[in-house]
Protein backbone atom coordinates (compact mmCIF):
# COMPACT_ATOMS: atom_id res chain seq x y z
CA UNK A 1 0.00 0.00 0.00
CA UNK A 2 2.79 2.35 1.13
CA UNK A 3 4.65 1.57 -2.31
CA UNK A 4 1.37 2.35 -4.25
CA UNK A 5 1.16 5.46 -2.65
CA UNK A 6 4.81 6.09 -3.02
CA UNK A 7 4.46 5.34 -6.96
CA UNK A 8 1.21 7.60 -7.22
CA UNK A 9 3.54 10.71 -5.53
CA UNK A 10 6.26 9.86 -8.24
CA UNK A 11 3.84 10.03 -11.29
CA UNK A 12 2.55 13.35 -10.31
CA UNK A 13 5.97 14.79 -9.61
CA UNK A 14 6.94 13.71 -12.99
CA UNK A 15 3.76 15.28 -15.13
CA UNK A 16 4.46 18.26 -13.44
CA UNK A 17 7.88 18.09 -14.53
CA UNK A 18 7.18 16.34 -18.11
CA UNK A 19 3.74 18.39 -18.50
CA UNK A 20 4.18 22.50 -20.10
CA UNK A 21 4.38 25.36 -17.94
CA UNK A 22 1.13 27.15 -17.02
CA UNK A 23 0.82 29.32 -19.26
CA UNK A 24 -1.92 31.65 -17.58
CA UNK A 25 0.49 31.54 -14.19
CA UNK A 26 3.49 32.55 -17.02
CA UNK A 27 1.25 35.45 -18.53
CA UNK A 28 0.57 36.77 -14.73
CA UNK A 29 4.51 36.70 -14.01
CA UNK A 30 5.24 38.52 -17.34
CA UNK A 31 2.56 41.54 -16.46
CA UNK A 32 0.71 41.00 -19.88
CA UNK A 33 -2.57 42.14 -19.65
CA UNK A 34 -4.71 40.70 -22.86
CA UNK A 35 -7.02 43.49 -24.48
CA UNK A 36 -10.57 42.76 -25.34
CA UNK A 37 -11.13 41.99 -28.52
CA UNK A 38 -12.97 43.85 -30.96
CA UNK A 39 -15.50 42.83 -33.63
CA UNK A 40 -13.62 42.01 -36.78
CA UNK A 41 -14.51 44.75 -39.45
CA UNK A 42 -15.95 42.31 -42.04
CA UNK A 43 -17.43 39.12 -43.01
CA UNK A 44 -14.87 36.83 -41.22
CA UNK A 45 -13.99 36.01 -37.60
CA UNK A 46 -11.24 36.17 -35.56
CA UNK A 47 -10.35 32.31 -35.44
CA UNK A 48 -12.08 29.13 -36.73
CA UNK A 49 -11.90 25.41 -35.21
CA UNK A 50 -11.52 22.16 -37.24
CA UNK A 51 -10.89 19.03 -35.67
CA UNK A 52 -8.32 20.32 -33.35
CA UNK A 53 -6.75 22.68 -35.02
CA UNK A 54 -7.35 26.47 -34.66
CA UNK A 55 -6.77 28.43 -38.13
CA UNK A 56 -6.69 32.31 -36.68
CA UNK A 57 -7.52 35.39 -38.66
CA UNK A 58 -3.99 37.55 -39.10
CA UNK A 59 -3.73 40.44 -36.30
CA UNK A 60 -1.45 43.84 -36.19
CA UNK A 61 -0.41 45.74 -33.33
CA UNK A 62 -2.49 47.47 -31.33
CA UNK A 63 -0.88 49.34 -28.29
CA UNK A 64 -2.93 49.57 -24.81
CA UNK A 65 -5.51 52.26 -26.01
CA UNK A 66 -6.28 50.12 -29.18
CA UNK A 67 -4.27 52.16 -31.53
CA UNK A 68 -2.52 50.15 -34.45
CA UNK A 69 1.64 50.55 -34.48
CA UNK A 70 2.30 52.07 -38.35
CA UNK A 71 4.83 52.52 -40.64
CA UNK A 72 7.53 50.30 -42.81
CA UNK A 73 9.94 48.72 -40.37
CA UNK A 74 13.45 49.93 -41.36
CA UNK A 75 12.31 52.97 -42.82
CA UNK A 76 9.42 54.92 -40.94
CA UNK A 77 10.27 52.23 -38.08
CA UNK A 78 13.32 50.91 -36.41
CA UNK A 79 14.04 47.54 -35.82
CA UNK A 80 13.14 47.56 -32.10
CA UNK A 81 9.98 49.12 -32.90
CA UNK A 82 9.51 46.69 -35.24
CA UNK A 83 10.29 43.90 -32.50
CA UNK A 84 7.79 45.04 -29.84
CA UNK A 85 4.98 45.45 -32.86
CA UNK A 86 5.32 42.03 -33.52
CA UNK A 87 5.57 41.54 -29.29
CA UNK A 88 1.90 43.31 -29.38
CA UNK A 89 0.43 41.27 -32.21
CA UNK A 90 1.26 38.04 -30.30
CA UNK A 91 -0.74 39.32 -27.28
CA UNK A 92 -3.45 40.09 -29.48
CA UNK A 93 -3.30 36.77 -30.65
CA UNK A 94 -3.41 35.07 -27.08
CA UNK A 95 -6.18 37.78 -26.87
CA UNK A 96 -7.82 35.34 -29.23
CA UNK A 97 -6.81 32.57 -28.11
CA UNK A 98 -8.21 33.09 -24.47
CA UNK A 99 -11.47 34.41 -25.32
CA UNK A 100 -11.88 31.01 -27.67
CA UNK A 101 -10.39 28.70 -25.38
CA UNK A 102 -10.87 30.16 -22.06
CA UNK A 103 -7.60 28.75 -20.22
CA UNK A 104 -4.77 29.40 -22.74
CA UNK A 105 -3.40 25.64 -20.98
CA UNK A 106 -5.63 24.21 -23.55
CA UNK A 107 -3.03 25.07 -25.84
CA UNK A 108 -1.44 21.79 -26.79
CA UNK A 109 1.05 23.15 -29.54
CA UNK A 110 1.71 26.60 -31.92
CA UNK A 111 1.72 24.75 -34.79
CA UNK A 112 2.93 27.63 -37.89
CA UNK A 113 3.09 30.99 -37.87
CA UNK A 114 3.19 33.30 -40.97
CA UNK A 115 4.67 36.45 -40.04
CA UNK A 116 4.43 39.20 -42.58
CA UNK A 117 6.51 42.73 -42.20
CA UNK A 118 5.76 45.69 -43.96
CA UNK A 119 8.70 46.99 -45.30
CA UNK A 120 10.89 47.90 -48.12
CA UNK A 121 12.59 45.75 -51.04
CA UNK A 122 15.98 46.04 -49.11
CA UNK A 123 15.40 45.11 -45.96
CA UNK A 124 16.62 41.58 -45.34
CA UNK A 125 15.77 41.65 -41.10
CA UNK A 126 12.55 39.81 -41.06
CA UNK A 127 13.49 36.83 -38.68
CA UNK A 128 14.39 39.31 -36.21
CA UNK A 129 11.36 41.38 -36.56
CA UNK A 130 9.35 38.25 -35.98
CA UNK A 131 11.16 37.10 -33.23
CA UNK A 132 9.42 39.59 -31.45
CA UNK A 133 5.94 37.25 -31.54
CA UNK A 134 7.86 34.03 -31.42
CA UNK A 135 9.88 34.61 -28.45
CA UNK A 136 6.84 35.79 -26.54
CA UNK A 137 4.97 32.69 -27.49
CA UNK A 138 7.74 30.50 -26.31
CA UNK A 139 8.23 32.59 -22.53
CA UNK A 140 3.76 31.86 -22.59
CA UNK A 141 3.51 28.05 -23.37
CA UNK A 142 6.89 26.66 -23.17
CA UNK A 143 8.72 23.94 -25.47
CA UNK A 144 4.60 23.76 -26.79
CA UNK A 145 4.71 27.30 -27.96
CA UNK A 146 7.93 26.43 -30.68
CA UNK A 147 6.49 26.58 -34.07
CA UNK A 148 7.19 26.09 -37.84
CA UNK A 149 7.10 29.95 -39.27
CA UNK A 150 8.00 31.83 -42.29
CA UNK A 151 8.87 35.25 -42.21
CA UNK A 152 8.26 37.60 -45.03
CA UNK A 153 8.28 41.25 -45.92
CA UNK A 154 5.35 42.88 -47.62
CA UNK A 155 4.94 45.60 -49.80
CA UNK A 156 2.07 46.77 -47.92
CA UNK A 157 -0.65 45.30 -45.21
CA UNK A 158 -3.78 46.98 -44.15
CA UNK A 159 -3.95 50.25 -42.40
CA UNK A 160 0.02 50.72 -42.86
CA UNK A 161 0.06 48.52 -40.06
CA UNK A 162 3.95 47.33 -38.89
CA UNK A 163 3.22 43.45 -39.17
CA UNK A 164 0.34 41.25 -39.47
CA UNK A 165 0.67 37.70 -38.25
CA UNK A 166 -1.36 34.66 -38.90
CA UNK A 167 -1.15 30.78 -36.53
CA UNK A 168 -2.83 27.68 -36.68
CA UNK A 169 -2.86 26.53 -33.30
CA UNK A 170 -3.49 22.73 -31.99
CA UNK A 171 -5.96 22.21 -29.20
CA UNK A 172 -7.05 19.59 -26.43
CA UNK B 1 -47.40 6.22 -31.56
CA UNK B 2 -48.73 9.51 -32.09
CA UNK B 3 -45.96 11.35 -30.07
CA UNK B 4 -43.14 9.68 -31.69
CA UNK B 5 -44.49 10.56 -34.48
CA UNK B 6 -45.11 14.32 -33.45
CA UNK B 7 -41.38 13.85 -32.26
CA UNK B 8 -40.32 12.97 -35.65
CA UNK B 9 -41.78 16.22 -37.53
CA UNK B 10 -40.01 18.58 -34.43
CA UNK B 11 -36.62 16.75 -35.01
CA UNK B 12 -37.22 17.73 -39.13
CA UNK B 13 -38.17 21.13 -38.74
CA UNK B 14 -35.26 22.05 -36.36
CA UNK B 15 -32.98 20.04 -38.35
CA UNK B 16 -34.24 22.96 -41.38
CA UNK B 17 -33.92 25.65 -39.48
CA UNK B 18 -30.39 24.61 -37.53
CA UNK B 19 -28.50 23.53 -40.95
CA UNK B 20 -27.05 26.02 -43.30
CA UNK B 21 -28.82 27.28 -46.22
CA UNK B 22 -29.01 25.53 -49.19
CA UNK B 23 -25.67 26.68 -51.05
CA UNK B 24 -26.46 26.00 -54.47
CA UNK B 25 -29.86 27.06 -54.27
CA UNK B 26 -28.60 30.71 -53.19
CA UNK B 27 -25.87 30.25 -56.09
CA UNK B 28 -28.79 29.84 -58.58
CA UNK B 29 -30.70 32.93 -56.89
CA UNK B 30 -27.43 34.89 -57.13
CA UNK B 31 -27.55 34.04 -60.77
CA UNK B 32 -23.85 32.90 -60.80
CA UNK B 33 -23.02 30.57 -63.21
CA UNK B 34 -19.44 28.56 -62.46
CA UNK B 35 -17.30 28.67 -65.00
CA UNK B 36 -15.71 25.08 -66.54
CA UNK B 37 -12.05 25.16 -64.70
CA UNK B 38 -8.64 24.96 -67.21
CA UNK B 39 -6.06 22.05 -65.89
CA UNK B 40 -3.27 23.91 -63.87
CA UNK B 41 -0.62 25.11 -66.26
CA UNK B 42 2.19 23.41 -63.99
CA UNK B 43 3.17 20.91 -61.68
CA UNK B 44 -0.16 21.05 -59.17
CA UNK B 45 -3.50 20.94 -58.40
CA UNK B 46 -6.34 22.37 -58.02
CA UNK B 47 -7.06 20.99 -54.51
CA UNK B 48 -5.32 18.42 -52.30
CA UNK B 49 -7.90 16.51 -49.75
CA UNK B 50 -6.20 15.58 -46.42
CA UNK B 51 -8.95 14.27 -43.77
CA UNK B 52 -11.50 16.52 -44.03
CA UNK B 53 -9.73 19.30 -45.07
CA UNK B 54 -9.55 20.40 -48.49
CA UNK B 55 -6.46 22.79 -48.99
CA UNK B 56 -7.06 24.61 -52.79
CA UNK B 57 -4.34 26.27 -54.56
CA UNK B 58 -4.93 29.88 -55.04
CA UNK B 59 -6.88 31.70 -58.16
CA UNK B 60 -7.25 35.14 -59.72
CA UNK B 61 -10.19 37.05 -60.98
CA UNK B 62 -11.19 35.60 -65.12
CA UNK B 63 -14.27 36.82 -66.29
CA UNK B 64 -16.63 35.08 -67.89
CA UNK B 65 -13.90 35.32 -71.21
CA UNK B 66 -11.29 33.40 -69.36
CA UNK B 67 -9.09 36.71 -69.59
CA UNK B 68 -7.92 37.49 -66.31
CA UNK B 69 -8.35 40.84 -64.23
CA UNK B 70 -4.67 42.24 -64.21
CA UNK B 71 -3.30 45.40 -62.99
CA UNK B 72 -2.73 46.84 -59.46
CA UNK B 73 -5.52 48.01 -57.53
CA UNK B 74 -5.31 51.81 -56.24
CA UNK B 75 -2.48 52.53 -59.28
CA UNK B 76 -4.15 50.42 -62.62
CA UNK B 77 -7.33 49.46 -60.83
CA UNK B 78 -10.04 51.42 -58.91
CA UNK B 79 -10.95 49.77 -55.15
CA UNK B 80 -14.35 49.06 -56.76
CA UNK B 81 -12.54 47.04 -59.57
CA UNK B 82 -10.45 45.49 -56.98
CA UNK B 83 -13.30 44.45 -54.80
CA UNK B 84 -14.98 42.90 -58.35
CA UNK B 85 -12.15 40.70 -58.84
CA UNK B 86 -11.99 39.55 -55.31
CA UNK B 87 -15.86 38.27 -56.36
CA UNK B 88 -14.60 36.87 -59.60
CA UNK B 89 -12.27 35.00 -57.87
CA UNK B 90 -14.71 33.45 -55.36
CA UNK B 91 -16.60 32.69 -58.16
CA UNK B 92 -13.83 30.45 -59.60
CA UNK B 93 -12.81 28.65 -56.56
CA UNK B 94 -16.75 28.12 -55.51
CA UNK B 95 -16.13 26.04 -59.50
CA UNK B 96 -13.24 23.87 -57.80
CA UNK B 97 -14.91 23.10 -54.56
CA UNK B 98 -18.34 22.39 -57.32
CA UNK B 99 -16.13 20.14 -59.50
CA UNK B 100 -14.15 18.38 -56.50
CA UNK B 101 -17.50 18.04 -53.90
CA UNK B 102 -20.12 17.53 -56.77
CA UNK B 103 -22.41 19.29 -54.12
CA UNK B 104 -21.43 22.34 -52.54
CA UNK B 105 -23.58 21.59 -49.59
CA UNK B 106 -20.70 19.17 -48.64
CA UNK B 107 -18.84 22.04 -47.59
CA UNK B 108 -19.06 22.10 -43.61
CA UNK B 109 -16.69 25.37 -43.26
CA UNK B 110 -14.92 27.88 -45.16
CA UNK B 111 -12.12 27.46 -42.94
CA UNK B 112 -9.41 30.12 -43.55
CA UNK B 113 -8.61 32.58 -46.49
CA UNK B 114 -5.14 33.83 -47.38
CA UNK B 115 -6.35 36.70 -49.50
CA UNK B 116 -3.64 38.55 -51.44
CA UNK B 117 -3.90 41.95 -53.03
CA UNK B 118 -1.56 43.39 -55.87
CA UNK B 119 -1.01 46.55 -55.22
CA UNK B 120 1.62 49.52 -54.37
CA UNK B 121 3.51 50.18 -51.13
CA UNK B 122 1.31 53.09 -49.91
CA UNK B 123 -2.41 50.96 -50.19
CA UNK B 124 -4.32 50.37 -47.62
CA UNK B 125 -7.29 48.79 -48.16
CA UNK B 126 -6.71 45.31 -48.38
CA UNK B 127 -9.79 44.36 -46.07
CA UNK B 128 -12.40 46.09 -48.58
CA UNK B 129 -10.60 44.58 -51.37
CA UNK B 130 -10.83 40.88 -50.14
CA UNK B 131 -14.57 41.77 -49.15
CA UNK B 132 -15.36 40.96 -52.45
CA UNK B 133 -14.49 37.46 -52.08
CA UNK B 134 -15.57 37.03 -48.32
CA UNK B 135 -18.55 38.52 -49.07
CA UNK B 136 -19.85 36.21 -51.91
CA UNK B 137 -18.62 33.03 -49.25
CA UNK B 138 -20.85 33.94 -46.97
CA UNK B 139 -23.49 35.03 -49.22
CA UNK B 140 -23.29 31.68 -50.58
CA UNK B 141 -22.71 29.54 -47.43
CA UNK B 142 -24.63 31.79 -45.06
CA UNK B 143 -23.10 31.11 -41.09
CA UNK B 144 -21.05 28.16 -42.75
CA UNK B 145 -18.94 30.61 -45.03
CA UNK B 146 -17.46 32.57 -42.11
CA UNK B 147 -13.89 32.22 -42.17
CA UNK B 148 -10.34 33.19 -40.46
CA UNK B 149 -8.67 35.46 -43.04
CA UNK B 150 -5.70 37.88 -44.08
CA UNK B 151 -5.98 40.06 -46.25
CA UNK B 152 -2.53 41.41 -47.54
CA UNK B 153 -0.54 43.61 -50.18
CA UNK B 154 1.78 41.74 -52.44
CA UNK B 155 4.49 43.23 -54.36
CA UNK B 156 3.59 41.50 -57.76
CA UNK B 157 1.42 38.33 -58.83
CA UNK B 158 1.26 36.13 -61.52
CA UNK B 159 0.45 37.61 -64.89
CA UNK B 160 -0.05 40.87 -63.04
CA UNK B 161 -3.11 39.28 -61.62
CA UNK B 162 -5.11 41.88 -59.11
CA UNK B 163 -5.70 39.59 -56.33
CA UNK B 164 -4.76 35.83 -55.75
CA UNK B 165 -6.32 34.47 -52.71
CA UNK B 166 -6.14 30.39 -51.62
CA UNK B 167 -8.38 28.84 -48.56
CA UNK B 168 -8.98 25.85 -46.52
CA UNK B 169 -12.45 24.26 -46.52
CA UNK B 170 -13.52 21.67 -44.23
CA UNK B 171 -16.17 19.21 -45.97
CA UNK B 172 -18.06 16.58 -44.60
CA UNK C 1 -3.50 -23.72 -54.13
CA UNK C 2 -2.36 -23.12 -57.51
CA UNK C 3 -5.02 -19.96 -57.61
CA UNK C 4 -4.13 -18.62 -54.37
CA UNK C 5 -0.97 -18.49 -55.77
CA UNK C 6 -1.33 -16.76 -58.48
CA UNK C 7 -4.06 -14.08 -56.61
CA UNK C 8 -1.17 -13.71 -54.63
CA UNK C 9 1.57 -12.81 -57.82
CA UNK C 10 -1.55 -10.57 -59.46
CA UNK C 11 -2.28 -9.25 -56.15
CA UNK C 12 1.80 -8.00 -55.81
CA UNK C 13 2.22 -6.61 -58.98
CA UNK C 14 -0.99 -4.91 -58.60
CA UNK C 15 0.56 -3.52 -55.64
CA UNK C 16 3.77 -2.23 -56.79
CA UNK C 17 1.93 -0.52 -60.04
CA UNK C 18 -0.98 1.25 -57.76
CA UNK C 19 1.50 2.60 -54.90
CA UNK C 20 3.82 5.51 -55.69
CA UNK C 21 7.60 5.13 -56.88
CA UNK C 22 10.09 4.28 -54.58
CA UNK C 23 11.25 8.12 -53.14
CA UNK C 24 14.90 7.62 -51.71
CA UNK C 25 15.67 5.32 -55.04
CA UNK C 26 14.37 7.92 -56.72
CA UNK C 27 16.70 10.94 -54.94
CA UNK C 28 19.40 7.93 -55.53
CA UNK C 29 18.69 7.95 -59.58
CA UNK C 30 18.32 11.73 -59.19
CA UNK C 31 22.04 11.96 -57.55
CA UNK C 32 20.61 14.64 -54.98
CA UNK C 33 22.38 14.81 -51.89
CA UNK C 34 20.67 15.83 -49.25
CA UNK C 35 22.70 18.58 -46.74
CA UNK C 36 22.81 18.22 -42.89
CA UNK C 37 20.22 20.73 -41.54
CA UNK C 38 21.42 23.50 -39.94
CA UNK C 39 19.61 24.78 -36.30
CA UNK C 40 17.11 27.70 -36.74
CA UNK C 41 18.33 30.46 -35.66
CA UNK C 42 15.26 31.90 -33.82
CA UNK C 43 12.96 30.29 -31.56
CA UNK C 44 10.83 28.46 -33.85
CA UNK C 45 11.48 24.62 -35.21
CA UNK C 46 11.92 23.15 -38.52
CA UNK C 47 9.04 21.01 -38.47
CA UNK C 48 5.24 20.34 -35.91
CA UNK C 49 3.49 17.58 -36.36
CA UNK C 50 -0.36 17.78 -36.11
CA UNK C 51 -2.02 14.46 -36.30
CA UNK C 52 -0.54 13.40 -39.92
CA UNK C 53 0.28 16.72 -41.26
CA UNK C 54 3.81 17.85 -41.11
CA UNK C 55 3.32 22.02 -41.01
CA UNK C 56 7.38 22.54 -42.94
CA UNK C 57 9.06 25.87 -41.81
CA UNK C 58 9.63 27.85 -44.71
CA UNK C 59 13.41 27.71 -46.24
CA UNK C 60 15.53 29.55 -48.57
CA UNK C 61 17.86 28.29 -51.57
CA UNK C 62 21.33 27.54 -49.84
CA UNK C 63 23.69 25.41 -52.17
CA UNK C 64 26.21 22.84 -51.77
CA UNK C 65 28.64 24.99 -49.78
CA UNK C 66 25.76 26.75 -47.25
CA UNK C 67 25.29 30.00 -48.96
CA UNK C 68 22.18 31.28 -49.81
CA UNK C 69 21.39 32.47 -53.18
CA UNK C 70 20.52 35.86 -53.09
CA UNK C 71 19.56 38.60 -55.01
CA UNK C 72 15.49 39.54 -57.00
CA UNK C 73 14.69 37.18 -59.44
CA UNK C 74 14.42 39.00 -63.14
CA UNK C 75 16.43 41.81 -61.69
CA UNK C 76 19.57 40.83 -59.88
CA UNK C 77 18.90 37.25 -61.31
CA UNK C 78 18.19 35.00 -64.42
CA UNK C 79 14.44 33.00 -64.61
CA UNK C 80 17.08 30.01 -65.21
CA UNK C 81 18.77 31.06 -61.73
CA UNK C 82 15.18 31.58 -59.74
CA UNK C 83 14.26 28.29 -60.94
CA UNK C 84 17.16 26.58 -59.74
CA UNK C 85 16.72 28.59 -56.47
CA UNK C 86 13.02 27.01 -56.25
CA UNK C 87 14.69 23.33 -56.53
CA UNK C 88 17.82 24.02 -53.82
CA UNK C 89 14.79 25.14 -51.37
CA UNK C 90 12.93 21.75 -52.29
CA UNK C 91 15.78 19.93 -51.25
CA UNK C 92 16.41 22.08 -48.39
CA UNK C 93 13.05 20.83 -47.56
CA UNK C 94 13.95 17.24 -48.75
CA UNK C 95 16.41 17.08 -45.95
CA UNK C 96 13.52 18.46 -43.32
CA UNK C 97 10.91 15.87 -44.27
CA UNK C 98 14.45 12.91 -44.15
CA UNK C 99 15.45 14.13 -40.62
CA UNK C 100 11.97 14.14 -39.31
CA UNK C 101 10.81 10.78 -41.06
CA UNK C 102 13.99 9.24 -41.15
CA UNK C 103 12.65 7.41 -44.58
CA UNK C 104 11.09 9.72 -47.87
CA UNK C 105 8.59 6.96 -48.19
CA UNK C 106 6.50 7.75 -45.39
CA UNK C 107 5.48 10.47 -47.32
CA UNK C 108 2.17 10.06 -48.15
CA UNK C 109 0.96 13.03 -49.98
CA UNK C 110 2.64 16.72 -50.33
CA UNK C 111 -0.58 18.42 -49.43
CA UNK C 112 -0.16 22.21 -49.90
CA UNK C 113 3.30 24.95 -50.96
CA UNK C 114 3.70 28.52 -50.73
CA UNK C 115 6.12 29.72 -52.59
CA UNK C 116 7.00 32.98 -52.33
CA UNK C 117 9.59 34.65 -55.18
CA UNK C 118 11.88 37.74 -54.10
CA UNK C 119 11.67 40.10 -57.03
CA UNK C 120 10.14 43.69 -58.23
CA UNK C 121 6.40 44.87 -58.57
CA UNK C 122 6.33 44.32 -62.64
CA UNK C 123 7.60 40.84 -62.14
CA UNK C 124 5.13 38.37 -63.77
CA UNK C 125 6.41 34.84 -63.93
CA UNK C 126 6.50 33.52 -60.30
CA UNK C 127 4.58 30.25 -61.57
CA UNK C 128 7.85 29.37 -63.75
CA UNK C 129 10.09 29.86 -60.86
CA UNK C 130 8.20 27.98 -58.31
CA UNK C 131 7.68 24.76 -60.98
CA UNK C 132 11.89 24.26 -59.63
CA UNK C 133 10.65 23.45 -56.45
CA UNK C 134 7.23 21.68 -57.76
CA UNK C 135 8.71 19.86 -60.51
CA UNK C 136 11.16 18.14 -58.29
CA UNK C 137 8.58 17.17 -55.65
CA UNK C 138 6.80 15.41 -58.44
CA UNK C 139 10.09 13.81 -59.54
CA UNK C 140 10.96 12.16 -56.22
CA UNK C 141 7.32 11.53 -55.50
CA UNK C 142 5.42 10.97 -58.34
CA UNK C 143 1.05 11.41 -57.98
CA UNK C 144 1.80 11.89 -54.01
CA UNK C 145 4.04 15.09 -55.39
CA UNK C 146 1.32 16.79 -56.67
CA UNK C 147 0.11 19.85 -54.56
CA UNK C 148 -2.27 22.52 -54.19
CA UNK C 149 0.18 25.65 -54.33
CA UNK C 150 0.67 29.42 -54.55
CA UNK C 151 3.28 31.25 -56.20
CA UNK C 152 3.56 35.13 -55.42
CA UNK C 153 5.37 38.21 -55.52
CA UNK C 154 7.68 39.20 -52.39
CA UNK C 155 8.63 42.47 -51.66
CA UNK C 156 11.71 41.60 -49.77
CA UNK C 157 12.76 38.36 -48.00
CA UNK C 158 14.93 37.74 -44.84
CA UNK C 159 19.03 38.09 -46.20
CA UNK C 160 17.77 38.89 -49.67
CA UNK C 161 17.00 35.06 -50.14
CA UNK C 162 15.87 34.57 -54.23
CA UNK C 163 13.12 32.12 -53.02
CA UNK C 164 11.11 31.03 -49.94
CA UNK C 165 8.93 28.50 -49.54
CA UNK C 166 7.02 26.61 -47.07
CA UNK C 167 4.46 23.42 -47.03
CA UNK C 168 2.01 21.22 -45.55
CA UNK C 169 2.83 17.29 -45.88
CA UNK C 170 0.30 14.16 -45.12
CA UNK C 171 2.31 11.47 -43.69
CA UNK C 172 1.48 7.61 -42.51
Known amino acids: MKNIFLLFIVHCLLSVSLHAQDAEAKLKELKI ?3 VLGKPI ?9 GNLLFLASKGPSN ?12 DLTLE ?14 AVLKAELGDLNKVKHIVKVLGMVN ?3 DFKDHPKV ?3 FSDLMVAVFGEKGKHARSAVGMC ?3 FN ?7 IVEVE
Open 156 to 158: SLP
Open 130 to 132: ING
Open 64 to 75: AQGVYITGKVGK
Open 42 to 50: ANYVHVVRS
Open 81 to 94: QGIEAARLTAINQL
Open 161 to 167: MAVEIEL
Open 119 to 121: CEA
Open 33 to 35: ELP
